[in-house]
């Protein structure tokens, strides 16, 4: 198992480009999320899903879009990279949502100029 | 509105003593409180988890306290080591309803010096 891949690992953007997040778990969960860390900030939930074709948003949905086609991957879409989104993000999956562990990928660092 | 709060932001402890981190919450549905950790470079992995329903949870070095009336737990690490050195998350979520997400404090940087 590989467990949740993100690519890719580090990217710089320039002011209003755009760009797609990819992520895929291979372990069958249901639930999956995005989140971004800022430091000393914590984790911050982008949006979630809770299956294919279900998607909310979280606490910081701004500026961010997303899909789930399938119950392996969910992208996360940036349409005007904004240098307030300058962050590393984080993709998350999990089982079981009470008493589950989310499982989280090694992040994608992003940068923009 | 912060609905976890931990502290403290960072935390400097010697090799061997015992590191404590502390997390209060607000919301009284909050019945899951996880802790995670976070090597540099790398994502958060859970470390250990508490429900409500007992004070205490031990696992290795690693013991969550909870005072359900304060609404408060913490994450003690006895016999600290260098290896322990990361940034540690406390969150909480409820299971109740439609909630889906974790709520997390903003981290505590612990450096163990040999």
């Known amino acids: 198992n590989a467990g949740v891949t993100q690519t890719p690992k580090f990217r710089i953007l320039k002011i209003g480009q755009s760009m797609t997040l990819q992520c895929t778990q291979d372990?069958?969960?249901?639930?999956m999320y995005w989140y971004r860390q800022d430091p000393g900030m914590g984790l911050k939930l982008i949006y979630y899903s809770v299956g294919a074709g279900i998607t909310d948003k979280g606490e910081v949905p701004n500026g961010y879009n997303v899909s789930r086609s399938t119950t392996e991957d969910f992208p996360l879409r940036l349409e005007l990279a904004a240098p307030s989104q300058t962050s590393v993000y984080f993709c998350a999956s999990s089982y079981f949502v009470q008493e589950g562990t989310q499982y989280f990928g090694p992040g994608t660092r992003l940068l923009v100029l | 509105q912060q609905q976890v709060k931990q502290s403290p932001q960072s935390l400097i402890v010697q090799k061997g003593g015992i590191s404590i981190i502390n997390c209060a919450y607000e919301n009284t549905a909050f019945d899951y409180f996880p802790w995670y950790q976070q090597f540099p470079g790398k994502g958060p992995a859970l470390l250990i988890a508490i429900r409500p329903d007992v004070s205490e949870k031990k696992e290795g070095r690693f013991t969550i306290s909870f005072n359900k009336s304060a609404k408060q737990f913490s994450l003690h690490i006895m016999d600290s080591q260098p290896g322990d050195s990361a940034t540690y998350f406390c969150?909480?979520?409820?299971?109740?309803?439609?909630?889906?997400?974790?709520?997390f404090g903003k981290g505590t940087l612990l450096t163990v010096n040999p």
């Open positions: 372990m069958n969960h249901n639930y």
């Open positions: 969150a909480a979520s409820s299971s109740g309803g439609s909630n889906y997400k974790l709520t």
